[in-house]
């Protein structure tokens, strides 16, 4: 997505979840793809959830991966990020040491985070506006948006696998039975011994599981 990884990160873009949605079809439009199985994973979760309900006829079903769906506390570096002047400030602030933190919550087996995977998870930060546009993202979060959503969730009929990891603190696995029981054509996996990032702790159980999933649509 623009703004993330290696994307190019312009300066002058709508970092919106809408905004998002809105890229998602542009981008299937550009390749020709008439509907889709979307994938979304933490915030991409709500952004599958927001593209489902504004374009049903393009998306064919959904998997949503430890989805932020629900509103929940802001973290304490969005909370700062939203307050006036900063964030020239915070992006100078953002090190390896930011990148370790968020391992640390997102990871249930904490002997995974070694340097190696600081280091390749903190090198999109060095690309241009590496630092710049991920504060801006953060500023663009409405959670006044992210409070209506679940309202329209019952109106999504779309087949859905839901998978969760147990452990996670960042998405709570509450949140997975909530969003089970919002979406009613949807089947919901919890993982043990995983976290947040269960794709990466449990790679071969998740693989499985969209694989079952796709083949059975």
């Known amino acids: 997505m623009p703004g993330f990884g290696y994307s190019d990160k312009p300066l002058d873009a709508d970092y919106t979840i809408d905004a998002y949605a809105d890229f998602i079809i542009q981008f299937m439009d550009k390749l020709q793809i008439k509907r889709a199985v979307l994938f979304g994973h933490s915030l ?6 927001l593209t489902g309900l504004k374009y049903p006829s393009r998306v064919q079903s959904l998997i949503l991966h430890d989805a932020e769906a629900y509103p929940i506390k802001p973290p304490l570096m969005l909370r700062v990020a939203k307050l006036p002047g900063v964030r020239s400030f915070i992006h100078r602030a953002i090190g390896e040491w930011v990148v370790r933190l968020s391992l640390k919550r997102s990871y249930y087996d904490q002997t995974r985070i070694t340097d190696r995977l600081v280091d390749d998870y903190y090198r999109p930060f060095l690309t241009e506006n590496g630092k710049i546009v991920p504060i801006k993202a953060l500023q663009a979060m409405d959670f006044e948006t992210l409070k209506k959503l679940p309202r329209s969730y019952r109106r999504i009929r ?5 998978i969760w990891g147990q452990e996670d603190r960042v998405s709570r696995i509450h949140l997975a039975h909530k969003l089970k029981k919002d979406l009613r054509n949807s089947k919901l996996k919890i993982i043990p011994a995983s976290g947040h990032l269960v794709q990466e702790e449990k790679p071969a159980i998740v693989n499985r599981a969209i694989l079952d999933f796709v083949r059975q649509i």
């Open 44 to 49: 991409g979760g709500g952004i599958a959830l």
């Open 158 to 162: 779309k087949k859905t696998l839901i």
